[in-house]
């Protein structure tokens, strides 16, 4: 008798749990041989594909903040209480930089995203100035692990960086998660270090942050060094510091300055959105405006600007 109750409990459980996966949409529907024929050619990463009957791999779009990709990546780390307008102006900066891309997957029956993931591309002067890719806030619905989401967005992220010419990726993880990534193809390498720094404090910062002020390139003079930024003049003796590190190749002097070019474009671009380039906007259209005191104000794409004196106009345009 007792058997028999403990059979019915366990019966009833699993009835109960069955219906509170369909009633949430987290249920997987079995696809015919023909989808699962598809589903294994990965296509190119700016497409969406059908994961089975349920599901779709794509970009991050803005509607997301809007449903639940914050409450996604609070399952991976901390997140912060962002309103929708800050996380639009953050993507806008993110999609403005051609070497980001964050995919997800999402269950069509709710509009719920299920898995999460970034892949950033670097250049590097090593390796013949090859590119490296680094993956980053990788993370599945915890109600959704083990069923083979989280590879996909891998097996994606993989597939953005092999299409931008890396020769590598890079993932750091918890040691809980080697295995997941070994099967992704990932193997142990060197060792992660991590420096952290106390911001718990500080106000949430700017959604499109603006470029270095120009101080922070200037040189620093250290004694008998001086620390100042990479120039083209650098090249040989750069390229021949790197060779004690590892790999460098045959690096010509177009290359050496085409890739210095692309690091500094890519600092530019990471401000396209920003105040300060909408005020260089307003004050090549209206020079005008602006005062002897800096003090009129112009709205340029929906933005209030202050618009400045003559000489922090021309830091302006040398930031922007």
């Not at 912060?80 to 070497?99: I, N, P, T, Y």
């Not at 008998?224 to 021949?240: I, N, W």
Request: contains cysteine.
């Amino acid at each position: 008798m007792a058997h028999r109750l403990r059979l019915a409990k366990g019966v009833a459980a699993c009835a109960v749990g069955h219906l509170y996966l369909r009633r949430n949409s987290l249920t997987f529907a079995q696809a015919d041989t023909a989808s699962n024929a598809q589903a294994k050619e990965l296509p190119q990463a700016s497409a969406d594909i059908s994961l089975n009957m349920n599901f779709r791999l794509r970009n991050l779009e803005p509607k997301d903040f809007g449903r639940n990709f914050l409450d996604l990546l609070s399952e991976l780390t901390t997140v912060s209480k962002l309103s929708q307008g800050w996380c639009e102006q953050r993507l806008a900066m993110m999609r403005s930089d051609a070497l980001q891309e964050m995919v997800v997957i999402e269950d069509l029956d709710n509009g719920l995203l299920c898995a999460a993931g970034t892949m950033v591309i670097e250049n590097k002067f090593i390796h013949e100035c090859g590119r490296i890719g680094h993956l980053e806030d990788v993370v599945v619905h915890y109600g959704l692990r083990a069923k083979g989401l989280g590879k996909r967005v891998v097996d994606r992220a993989v597939e953005i960086a092999k299409g931008h010419g890396c020769y590598k990726v890079l993932v750091d993880c918890a040691e809980k998660n080697v295995a997941f990534y070994e099967k992704c193809g990932f193997k142990r390498n060197c060792v992660q270090m991590s420096r952290y720094f106390d911001v718990e404090d500080l106000p949430l910062p700017e959604a499109q942050p603006p470029r270095a002020p120009v101080g922070v390139k200037a040189a620093v003079e250290l004694g008998a060094f001086r620390a100042r930024p990479l120039e083209p003049r650098d090249k040989d003796g750069f390229l021949k510091l790197l060779s004690q590190l590892t790999t460098v190749g045959d690096v010509s002097e177009a290359v050496f300055n085409e890739q210095l070019a692309k690091i500094e474009r890519r600092c530019c671009r990471w401000n396209e959105f920003h105040p300060l380039t909408q005020l260089r906007h307003v004050l090549r259209a209206a020079p005008e405006v602006a005062s002897a005191r800096g003090l009129a104000r112009a709205s340029a794409g929906g933005v209030a600007l202050r618009v400045l004196p003559f000489q922090a106009r021309q830091r302006a345009h040398h930031c922007v």
